[in-house]
């Protein structure tokens, strides 16, 4: 069976030897907290992706005009299934003479249509290959992601009355992911969430309908890997009666970065489909 590694290419009018000189200025071009060195065979750099991701790299070859590797020694993905997805691919830098101009072909060695994060890898590599290095390439400033506003909404139905599943819903602390600090069970409570000293984020109680509405608004929040700030987001939540159960709707309404929808949507349902769903119902569950 062929083997469909992603893939793609672009063409600039530079020097082989300066889009390697310039791939090799990660920060650049590739929108990602960076650590360490890319310019010579040998060195080794890390990138971070946001939260507790991490990407360890190897420059594992790198021919003069023609190749430049990438080996990726080791990682964590928080996002999916296999966290390792991508240890042990390679990212492929090849250059060769097209109509007077340099043509790049970018392969990553591994990241197939079978692997789980195929379907946000691809339209992150378009981005990055495509859109922000080729900017960088031709006018020394790459397009780094952009915040876009987004509403996601989930929902789960849970067979108790909504009074029931608003006193557990107000216990954040025992069902978010993140540490708390703070109070959630009235209006205008304030509260914190973090993730060591990668995440903090102040939220603060703005509506409280006892059995019916619960509206958190970010006073202030920061992801330090890549700057990332999510301030202003509300994240709602809504219970109606379904017959004898209870369906409860969550909303997340603020920015999220323009590839990043789809990561924001996996983290919702495991927040609420899992953690909160299973702190309702399973008296044995610990978070």
């Known amino acids: 069976m062929e083997r469909k590694d992603f893939t793609c290419s672009i063409k600039v009018d530079l020097s082989a030897a300066e889009v390697i000189a310039k791939i090799s200025k990660v920060p650049e071009w ?10 010579k065979q040998g060195d080794q750099f890390v990138v971070k992706m946001g939260g507790e991701s991490f990407f360890n790299f ?6 003069p005009e023609k ?42 060695q591994g990241l197939t249509p079978d692997v789980d994060c195929y379907k946000d890898c691809e339209p992150g590599w378009k981005h990055w290959i495509n859109t922000s290095l080729l900017a960088y390439l031709t006018t020394g400033q790459g397009r780094l992601k952009k915040k876009i ?22 216990q954040v602390a025992q069902w978010w992911p993140e540490e708390f600090e703070g109070k959630s069970t009235a209006l205008n409570d304030e509260f914190i969430l973090r993730t060591g000293n990668v995440h903090v984020s102040k939220q603060r ?9 619960v509206v958190w608004l970010t006073t202030e929040s920061l992801r330090k890997t890549d ?6 987001t509300k994240i709602i939540y809504e219970l109606s009666g379904q017959g004898a159960n209870t369906l409860l709707k969550f909303t997340y309404d603020g920015p999220v970065f323009e590839n990043e929808k789809e990561r924001l949507a996996q983290e919702c349902d495991r ?17």
Not at 149 to 170: A, C, G
Request: some cysteine; overall charge negative; hydrophobic content about 40%.
């Open 227 to 232: 700057n990332y700030d999510w301030t202003g």
């Open 67 to 108: 190749k430049l590797v990438w080996l990726v020694t080791d990682c964590y993905m928080p996002w999916y299934a296999n966290k390792t997805e991508w240890k042990d691919t390679r990212l492929i830098f090849e250059l060769s003479a097209a109509d007077g101009l340099t043509e790049l072909t970018f392969t990553h």
């Open 58 to 63: 190897t420059v594992d070859e790198l021919v």
């Open 149 to 170: 506003n987004t509403i996601y909404t989930t929902q789960i139905e849970l067979p108790y009355t909504p009074d029931v599943i608003f006193e557990k819903l107000n």
């Open 271 to 287: 927040v609420i489909k899992n953690n909160l769903y299973n702190f309702i119902t399973d008296p044995t569950w610990r978070k």
């Open 205 to 213: 109680i703005i509506e409280f309908i006892p059995d019916e509405k």
């Open 30 to 39: 590739w929108g990602v907290a960076f650590t360490g060195v890319a310019e």
